[in-house]
């Protein structure tokens, strides 16, 4: 058994109150209810009612379970009223799940990203189920007049074994109705103090297969994403931005645009006046855009292609090419102080038996949601009504109560499934832009974004170079390792993690380059490119030395486990779940036996989960062909496995694209890449054929799951490609085989 | 502006609208049937994957004026209930991630199937290149299609 502290008030307490259909609302105030009087919560919308997951029990025993998180394709929409519905101990058929609002006086951490959701919201997710069921099980104990520890659950059933009675949820939540008297304040039933949760052993929806509660919707193509928003009297928006990253606008030409059908108006708008309050997650926004209304989407576009819009800037911008020559002086300059110094590397590697020293490349990229950047907005004089697909709600709101000076509290939120996030929809400009544009056109607008517009206005990965370096002995034991990562508006180094702590003189050094070009967080950020160069790198090594790449990794574990190098605590990763996945994908994937694939290896830490990965592939025209991929992970308590390998797949597939065939390129600061016909993402027939994936089971509370297995599988990929080929690739996209940041 | 009767999932509708506008949008703005999606607007990503006939085309390369008396059938109409072989093969397999590309992804290998009802691996595949899925189910739409196929009425 597990107690936990709830962090509940004290005047929580099941309130009842009929449903228009017949079904009865057992709310229980968390948080919250430490600033809601009950008049105030009779007040509120039904469905805004609760917190840390949100309850409604009809008295047919339907239970909804609102989903708090922002579902990006992550299938926390799933995942997270699993882990109510399992404390609560209800049957999951019964169970309707609900997309929650933003409301942050009810929900924690209304955020999609990091891969935090569901190890961020385990505790607080758990603690809603057990302590309604606990309720619940004090308003029987009430209503039988019995001790509420003679009573039991099962599947949505109180029960009472010695008096032999049962009644399920909902009949209880109806009887606790019945007694209220209507002039005085609800039954109150005072949430415990601290509550009891389930032993892991005893979940029953936690662990098993569950289907996407929203895959019936998405098969028939129902309207769940924000792009499918169409309200009465709204008005589609489309944006002219600045062709060039460092240009401005400066004035514009719409006599012949406004005339056209359907356009309703063409203004410049000031998304980000002086003096308004910016949030990390207005990311690259643009201060100034055109901004055209019309009636259809199509009419928009119409419009744009014949606007002209004049901007103003330097005659010369930023370019990829420039990026290589700069950020190769920042890999020679010397740094002021080291990331982490354990020993003394320049030493050890002089004096080293062999040596070798490599520098790997990765370009640009873009997010590219299948789903382009769009936001519904309708602002009124005091109003702000808000619905998308967003990421990071909670900083979206503050922002446009800056940029509207409207009170946070006079601002709705509503989330839309999100056709993909990737990172690119922390930065939520696009929703500002939407309630500047609406409050100026005084309509309801849905901005639109063309794929052009999403893919030439991104946040991009960075631009990113790594050099190492590493010395052995002359019994082949590594001795010295250096490593230094530099980037655009980046330094994509963690020196704490492996192989620090496992090498004697160690040196991690960062730096970053200022640029023009508007880069963020892309699924695994600095992972999803250091991963992959370090694990090539680490062949390099063990083929230097001479020794099997898993035998060589988990040598220098073993050593992390008994003799850690510096402070283990400042180690950012645990070496025995480190080498755990290594030893589980060797064993699945029968290591040494590769038949006549290519075959390489590759394990990484983030999001603190663990990876590890075998790649098989052939070479077909001298192009990477990958049969197949096995991975093993430990990310503790796996909540919903058929989602959890759906995961892992994607992020193989995704790595294995980027990193095989994507690149966003500038010139002049104008992106050469604009459309899925110049920017090449990954498609079926260059998928794996197959992919296998295993759990570690160790009963861990949950971590991470939606971006780590993407970073490893471009080390696995590299170095079955050195095996293949005997050539190594060194910069990414690997088809051109040539530097493309320089 | 001119006015079409279009026969779109089995019954006809009469619009008015600009010749050159793509079905796509006749589709989504006019009719808001939202389950055809854009993706790309240059016919690259096959989201808003729809049948003209008995054939799959992308309908923001298709203007409304080519129509004419073809049956145009979207994702609301590929099934009465959302039990076409390839819907419930889609759910068996869990397909979905962001669910995005998919209606695309599942009007793509309903036209093949009805063309090719007994493919093999690599033709699924191939069949398939044209519509892109940037969560990486791609492995889970093979499987999936390979099931509607097995299916009797696909």
């Not at chain 1, 600033?35 to 009809?58: C, H, Q, R, Y």
């Amino acid at each position: 058994m597990t107690f936990v502290k709830t962090k509940i008030g004290r005047r929580s307490f099941i309130r009842t109150s009929a449903l228009a259909g017949g079904g009865m609302v057992v709310g229980f105030s968390w948080l919250a209810s430490c600033k809601m009087t009950p008049e105030e919560v009779n007040s509120l919308p039904k469905e805004w009612f609760d917190i840390n997951g949100f309850l409604k029990i009809a008295d047919n025993g339907l239970v909804t379970i609102m989903s708090p998180n922002p579902e990006i394709g992550q299938n926390v929409k799933t995942a997270m009223p699993m882990i109510v519905a399992d404390e609560l101990d209800v049957d999951w058929k019964d169970v309707i799940v609900e997309q929650a609002p933003l409301n942050m006086d009810v929900f924690q951490r209304q955020l999609a990203g990091g891969s935090q959701s569901i190890r961020a919201g385990w505790e607080g997710l758990r603690m809603a189920g057990a302590t309604a069921r606990k309720m619940l099980k004090q308003a029987a104990a009430k209503a039988w007049e019995v001790p509420e520890e003679e009573i039991t659950t099962s599947m949505g059933m109180l029960h009472h074994k010695a008096s032999n009675k049962s009644a399920s949820y909902g009949e209880m939540a109806s009887a606790a109705v019945s007694i209220e008297k209507p002039d005085e304040a609800p039954e109150t039933i005072e949430a415990p103090e601290e509550i009891e949760l389930k032993d892991i052993k005893d979940f029953t929806i936690i662990g098993t297969d569950r289907k996407n509660v929203d895959g019936p919707s998405i098969v028939t193509g129902k309207p769940l994403f924000g792009i499918d928003t169409y309200e009465e009297g709204m008005l589609t928006a489309m944006i002219v931005h600045p062709p060039a990253f460092g240009l401005t606008f400066k004035s514009m030409n719409a006599d012949e645009a406004k005339g056209m059908p359907g356009i309703k108006d063409i203004f410049h708008v000031n998304v980000y006046p002086e003096g308004a309050e910016k949030q990390w997650s207005d990311g690259g926004g643009i201060p100034e855009l055109v901004a055209i209304v019309g009636e259809s989407t199509w009419q928009c576009m119409q419009a744009k292609k014949a606007l002209k819009v004049e901007w103003d800037g330097p005659s010369t911008l930023e370019s990829t090419a420039s990026y290589g020559d700069d950020l190769n002086k920042l890999l020679d300059a010397p740094v002021k102080e080291p990331a982490r110094k354990d020993g003394d590397f320049n030493k050890a590697f002089n004096s080293a038996a062999k040596k070798i020293e490599s520098i790997y490349s990765a370009p640009f990229l873009a997010h590219n949601t299948m789903e382009p950047m769009n936001f519904y907005a309708k602002v009124t004089d005091d109003k702000a009504l808000l619905s998308g697909p967003i990421q990071t709600p909670e900083f979206l709101e503050k922002t446009v109560s800056s940029v509207l000076d409207m009170p946070l509290e006079n601002i709705e939120i509503d989330m839309t499934r999100m056709g993909g996030g990737f990172g690119r929809r922390l930065y939520g400009s696009f929703g500002v832009e939407a309630a500047v544009i609406s409050k100026k056109a005084k309509a309801p607008i849905k901005l639109v974004y063309s794929r052009e517009d999403d893919m030439t206005q991104g946040t991009y990965r960075p631009a990113y170079k790594v050099k190492f370096k590493a010395g052995l002995d002359a019994e082949n034991n590594l001795i010295a390792w250096y490593v230094k990562g530099v980037g655009t508006n980046d330094d994509l180094i963690f020196e704490n993690r492996f192989p620090a702590g496992a090498v004697d003189n160690y040196l991690a050094e960062k730096t970053s380059l200022e640029t023009k070009i508007t880069t963020g967080a892309w699924r695994a950020p600095r992972s999803n490119f250091i991963a992959g160069a370090e694990q090539s790198f680490m062949d390099e090594v063990a083929e230097l030395a001479g020794k099997d790449p898993i035998e060589f990794r988990l040598a220098l574990f073993d050593r992390a486990i008994k003799d850690p190098v510096g402070d283990p605590e400042k180690n950012d990763y645990d070496p025995e779940r480190y080498a755990g996945v290594l030893k589980l994908v060797k064993e699945k994937s029968n290591w040494s036996n590769s038949g006549d694939k290519a075959r390489g290896v590759s394990a990484y830490y983030c999001h603190n989960s663990y990876v590890a990965q075998v790649l098989d592939l052939t070479m077909n025209n001298n192009q990477p062909k990958v049969d197949k991929v096995w991975c093993a992970v430990d990310c503790g308590i796996v909540i919903n496995p058929i989602s959890a390998k759906n995961q892992i797949e994607g992020g193989i597939i995704d790595g294995i694209g980027h990193a095989t065939y994507s690149q966003m390129t500038f010139e002049n600061g104008v992106p050469q890449q604009e459309n899925f016909d110049d920017y090449r993402l990954i498609r079926n027939t260059e998928a794996p054929k197959a992919i296998e994936s295993y759990f570690v089971d160790n009963g861990i509370d949950p971590t991470g799951l939606g971006e780590p297995s993407l970073p490893p599988v471009v080390g696995a990929l590299a170095n079955a490609m050195y095996k293949a080929t005997g050539k190594r690739v060194y910069n990414q996209p690997f088809i051109l085989e040539k530097e493309v940041v320089g | 502006m001119a006015t079409y009767n279009l026969k779109i999932n089995g019954k006809t509708q009469e619009i008015e609208v600009d010749p050159n506008t793509p079905m796509l949008w006749v589709l989504r703005d006019h009719f808001k049937l939202v389950g055809t999606k854009f993706g790309c607007g240059i016919a690259q990503c096959g989201a808003c994957t729809i049948h003209l006939g008995d054939n799959a085309v992308r309908s923001c390369q298709l203007p409304v004026s080519s129509v004419g008396e073809q049956e145009v059938t979207t994702i609301e109409g590929l099934s009465e209930n959302g039990d076409h072989p390839v819907q419930k093969a889609w759910l068996e397999v869990d397909v979905p991630q962001c669910g995005y590309c998919q209606a695309g992804q599942i009007m793509t290998a309903s036209a093949f199937l009805k063309s090719n009802p007994n493919p093999s691996d690599d033709e699924i595949s191939t069949a398939m290149n044209g519509n892109i899925c940037r969560c990486g189910t791609y492995t889970r739409i093979k499987k999936a299609v390979k099931i509607a196929a097995s299916s009797d009425q696909a």
